[in-house]
Protein backbone atom coordinates (compact mmCIF):
# COMPACT_ATOMS: atom_id res chain seq x y z
CA UNK A 1 0.00 0.00 0.00
CA UNK A 2 1.24 3.72 -0.45
CA UNK A 3 0.96 6.36 1.53
CA UNK A 4 0.78 10.15 0.79
CA UNK A 5 1.01 12.90 3.27
CA UNK A 6 -0.06 15.99 3.02
CA UNK A 7 -1.57 19.56 4.85
CA UNK A 8 1.82 20.84 5.89
CA UNK A 9 2.93 24.36 6.33
CA UNK A 10 3.70 27.04 8.62
CA UNK A 11 1.70 27.95 11.59
CA UNK A 12 1.76 29.91 14.60
CA UNK A 13 1.90 29.54 18.08
CA UNK A 14 -1.34 28.81 19.58
CA UNK A 15 -2.64 27.89 15.61
CA UNK A 16 -3.78 24.53 14.33
CA UNK A 17 -3.33 22.54 11.13
CA UNK A 18 -4.91 19.50 9.65
CA UNK A 19 -2.10 16.87 8.04
CA UNK A 20 -3.82 14.16 6.20
CA UNK A 21 -2.99 10.58 4.73
CA UNK A 22 -4.36 8.68 1.54
CA UNK A 23 -3.54 5.27 1.12
CA UNK A 24 -3.74 3.34 -2.06
CA UNK A 25 -4.94 0.26 -1.28
CA UNK A 26 -8.64 -0.80 -0.31
CA UNK A 27 -7.66 -3.15 2.24
CA UNK A 28 -6.69 0.20 4.40
CA UNK A 29 -9.31 -0.72 7.09
CA UNK A 30 -7.97 -3.37 8.57
CA UNK A 31 -4.69 -1.37 8.87
CA UNK A 32 -3.45 0.25 11.75
CA UNK A 33 -2.41 4.07 11.09
CA UNK A 34 0.41 6.06 13.16
CA UNK A 35 1.94 9.23 12.92
CA UNK A 36 5.47 10.32 13.75
CA UNK A 37 7.46 13.20 13.48
CA UNK A 38 11.25 13.73 13.33
CA UNK A 39 12.36 17.02 13.90
CA UNK A 40 16.15 18.07 12.83
CA UNK A 41 18.40 16.14 14.63
CA UNK A 42 16.49 14.27 16.69
CA UNK A 43 15.35 10.90 16.08
CA UNK A 44 11.88 9.98 14.79
CA UNK A 45 9.38 9.92 17.39
CA UNK A 46 5.29 8.20 17.63
CA UNK A 47 2.90 11.28 17.77
CA UNK A 48 -0.74 9.21 17.31
CA UNK A 49 -2.11 5.97 15.93
CA UNK A 50 -5.50 4.43 15.37
CA UNK A 51 -6.52 1.02 15.02
CA UNK A 52 -8.91 -0.33 12.96
CA UNK A 53 -11.43 -0.24 15.25
CA UNK A 54 -11.17 3.33 16.34
CA UNK A 55 -9.08 3.21 19.52
CA UNK A 56 -6.80 6.27 19.55
CA UNK A 57 -3.68 6.45 21.28
CA UNK A 58 -0.97 9.46 21.54
CA UNK A 59 1.74 10.25 22.76
CA UNK A 60 2.04 12.50 25.93
CA UNK A 61 3.41 15.74 24.29
CA UNK A 62 0.55 15.96 21.97
CA UNK A 63 -2.68 14.37 23.82
CA UNK A 64 -5.38 16.76 24.39
CA UNK A 65 -4.01 18.65 21.68
CA UNK A 66 -3.91 16.63 19.13
CA UNK A 67 -7.08 14.34 17.65
CA UNK A 68 -6.07 11.20 14.94
CA UNK A 69 -9.22 9.69 12.97
CA UNK A 70 -9.80 7.70 10.00
CA UNK A 71 -11.93 7.12 7.16
CA UNK A 72 -12.08 3.99 5.84
CA UNK A 73 -14.72 4.91 3.00
CA UNK A 74 -11.56 7.18 1.70
CA UNK A 75 -9.13 5.45 2.86
CA UNK A 76 -7.26 8.50 4.90
CA UNK A 77 -6.01 9.65 8.17
CA UNK A 78 -5.90 12.73 9.58
CA UNK A 79 -4.19 14.48 12.31
CA UNK A 80 -5.91 17.71 13.98
CA UNK A 81 -3.24 19.66 15.50
CA UNK A 82 -4.27 22.31 17.53
CA UNK A 83 -2.26 24.51 20.18
CA UNK A 84 0.14 24.43 18.26
CA UNK A 85 3.63 24.68 19.79
CA UNK A 86 7.13 25.78 18.16
CA UNK A 87 8.37 22.16 19.50
CA UNK A 88 5.97 20.94 17.07
CA UNK A 89 8.02 22.09 14.23
CA UNK A 90 8.94 18.75 12.82
CA UNK A 91 8.58 16.98 9.35
CA UNK A 92 5.52 14.24 9.64
CA UNK A 93 5.06 11.23 8.70
CA UNK A 94 1.84 8.96 8.34
CA UNK A 95 2.47 4.96 8.58
CA UNK A 96 0.09 1.96 8.16
CA UNK A 97 0.33 -1.73 8.54
CA UNK A 98 -1.31 -4.71 9.99
CA UNK A 99 -0.27 -4.57 13.62
CA UNK A 100 -0.92 -7.18 15.72
CA UNK A 101 -2.37 -6.61 19.52
CA UNK A 102 0.55 -7.43 20.86
CA UNK A 103 2.82 -5.18 19.17
CA UNK A 104 3.31 -1.82 20.21
CA UNK A 105 1.22 1.01 18.28
CA UNK A 106 4.15 3.77 19.01
CA UNK A 107 6.98 1.55 17.56
CA UNK A 108 7.52 2.28 13.84
CA UNK A 109 9.06 -1.27 13.38
CA UNK A 110 5.23 -2.02 13.78
CA UNK A 111 4.29 -0.39 10.54
CA UNK A 112 5.42 -1.49 7.21
CA UNK A 113 4.32 1.00 4.85
CA UNK A 114 5.24 4.96 4.91
CA UNK A 115 4.72 7.94 3.57
CA UNK A 116 6.95 10.61 2.20
CA UNK A 117 6.52 12.88 5.17
CA UNK A 118 5.21 16.52 5.36
CA UNK A 119 6.41 19.21 6.70
CA UNK A 120 5.26 21.44 9.93
CA UNK A 121 7.07 24.47 11.23
CA UNK A 122 5.73 26.47 14.03
CA UNK A 123 6.72 29.55 14.43
CA UNK A 124 6.23 31.44 18.06
Known amino acids: VQLQAFGGGLAQAGGYLRLSCAAS????????MGWFRQAPGEEREFVAAIRWSGSTYYADSVKSRFTISRDNANNTVSLQMNSLKPEDTAVYYC???????????????????WGQGTQLTVSS
Open 95 to 113: AGGLVSYGSSLSSGLSYAN
Open 25 to 32: RRTFGNYA
